[in-house]
């Protein structure tokens, strides 16, 4: 029934922007700058980061929502027909926007599936801080890329939630899969690796200067001050994480296979990669051990999400409680405080630091 909704919506939608597109063009062409809608809070970070004063900048999520399950409502959808672009990650996390992206295909409303990249996925294809002298100008030329092998496999030993990762790693761990919303054969949370937050950033200036070609000076050095900091933060994971020794974490949400990967974080999860997913019985055991095995006294939440079976296992094993912010959305007193991309991940990196040896 809730699909069906959806759908009427859409159908709606689609009458709608047909009546009154000439009308938004006009309004359009009579605003200074671009209005660009986004999804997750990462992509909206980085636009307005590159585009600065000239862009303005909306996430149709509310503040604190589940990004997995959230789905928006009508009078969200004609507002991004009425936009300049509608850069959304896709990727088989946020299935409102691919659907709505199919009804919006015929507005003149620009649409970005940044989830198309499979670079994005299957490795980070720019230089470490080391190396960012040899990288001061932003270079679009896929020449200038560097490939960096790499595996977006889950370790989250006792309990791996990535479809497609078993047969490849089904002899180093017990892999089991849940049920439940699917994200193909990626870990959608790209953002959380600053090395491919930078990739994505990458892109972004790359549709900013299409769509306003007169700025591109102005993109290219907001870019290159962002970069930096990109640089700057995945220095500071690496400095922070490398000669850990005890790099076990557990965590209620399979969202760090991108850390295991670059920083060698062993994630043991509780739920799979939809925060909807939950484990079998056995599988809760297999958890259990494994956090008894490494004796881990403490088990991260997120910020958006709560639920009964984690606090099952922290009672189950006396875990004291740590959050992790997986930035998918701000919460109202993230902005509030002011909070930021680099702040949250500055603060994320001082749990990891807190709970790994």
Not at 309 to 331: F, M, P, R, W, Y
Request: charged share 25%.
């Amino acid at each position: 029934m809730r699909n069906y909704k959806i759908l009427i919506s859409l159908l709606f939608l689609g009458l709608l922007a047909a009546g009154c597109s000439q009308t938004n063009q006009a309004a359009s062409e009579n605003q200074e700058g671009l209005t660009i809608y986004t999804t997750i809070y990462p992509i909206q970070y980085a636009v307005e980061r590159i585009g600065g004063d000239t862009v303005t900048t909306e996430t149709v999520y509310p503040p604190g929502v589940d990004a997995h399950s959230y789905e928006p409502a009508s009078k969200d959808i004609t507002k991004i027909a009425e936009g300049d672009a509608f850069i959304y990650l896709g990727a088989g996390m946020e299935g409102f926007a691919e659907t709505a992206a199919d009804a919006l295909a015929s507005q003149p409303v620009e649409l970005v599936e940044l989830g198309q990249h499979e670079e994005l996925f299957t490795g980070g294809d720019h230089p470490t801080e080391n190396e960012e002298d040899e990288h001061e100008e932003h270079n679009h030329d896929e020449d200038s890329h560097k490939d960096e092998a790499s595996s977006d496999e889950s370790h989250a030993h006792g309990h791996s939630h990535e479809e497609g990762a078993q047969s490849d790693d089904s002899s180093t761990n017990e892999n089991h899969t849940h049920e439940g919303h699917s994200h193909g054969d990626h870990n959608p949370h790209i953002w959380l690796d600053p090395l491919r937050m930078l990739q994505m950033a990458e892109l972004i200036t790359d549709k900013l200067i299409e769509l306003n070609p007169e700025e591109e000076t102005l993109y290219t050095e907001n870019f290159t001050a962002l970069q930096e900091d990109l640089l700057a933060l995945d220095g500071q994971y690496t400095g922070t994480l490398e000669d850990k020794t005890e790099k076990q974490i557990l965590v209620s949400h399979a969202a760090y296979s991108y850390w295991e990967e670059r920083y060698g974080i062993e994630q043991i999860a509780i739920n799979g990669l939809s925060t909807s997913s939950e484990p079998s019985q056995k599988e809760l055991t297999a958890i259990i051990d494994q956090a008894e095995k490494h004796q881990l006294d403490t088990i991260i939440f997120e910020q958006n999400t709560s639920d009964r079976v984690t606090k099952i296992i922290q009672e189950e094993i006396g875990a004291d409680a740590a959050t992790i912010h997986n930035l998918s959305v701000l919460t109202e007193k993230d902005i509030s405080n002011g909070e930021d991309y680099l702040s949250i991940m500055k603060d994320n990196l001082e749990v990891l630091d807190q709970v790994t040896k």
